[in-house]
């Protein structure tokens, strides 16, 4: 009898280890299935914006005026060509920092310490979209960046 509870208890024990196992696995890949999805979310999206913005080449730079209202900068080009420029400056921080620690005794031993956690960040860019117009204000090639 006792054996057989033994047995028994041994079954169950794997049977409930396995069945952990395979939740955490399944766990792991939604979430690298996730991370990956939002990564190529990310790509596609940058894209999508890139092609919507060089799509305006061939059209009338009055209509893109129109659209998309003032522009920062006008560069007029002794060759008749104009280049109008439209920045967005974009600026930030975050993270955290965790200061560290060392505790000592009455003789100078180091009892416990713990080394500072540092992982702040700052950012500070400018995007632009440069539009070449030639004399028949009509938009020839347009140039996208970051600086």
């Known amino acids: 009898m006792k054996k057989t509870v033994r047995l028994?208890?041994?079954?169950?024990?794997l049977v409930v280890t396995a069945s952990k196992m395979e939740a955490q696995t399944l766990a792991s890949k939604n979430t690298r299935a996730q991370a990956r999805y939002n990564k190529e979310k990310i790509y596609a999206d940058a894209q999508r914006k890139i092609f919507t913005i060089t799509n305006w080449a061939g059209a009338s730079i009055s209509e893109l005026l129109t659209k998309w209202g003032g522009f920062t900068k006008k560069n007029e080009?002794?060759?008749?060509?104009?280049?109008?420029?439209?920045?967005?400056?974009?600026s930030g921080s975050g993270g955290s920092y965790r200061p560290g620690y060392v505790v000592t005794d009455q003789f100078g031993n180091v009892l416990e310490q713990k080394a500072a956690k540092d992982n702040t960040y700052s950012y500070s860019l400018t995007e632009y979209y440069e539009f070449y117009v030639d004399q028949s204000q009509i938009i020839i090639h347009v140039k996208t960046g970051t600086r």
Do not use: K, R
């Open 8 to 13: 028994f208890s041994l079954v169950f024990y």
């Open 77 to 90: 080009q002794p060759n008749g060509i104009t280049v109008y420029i439209f920045e967005n400056h974009y």
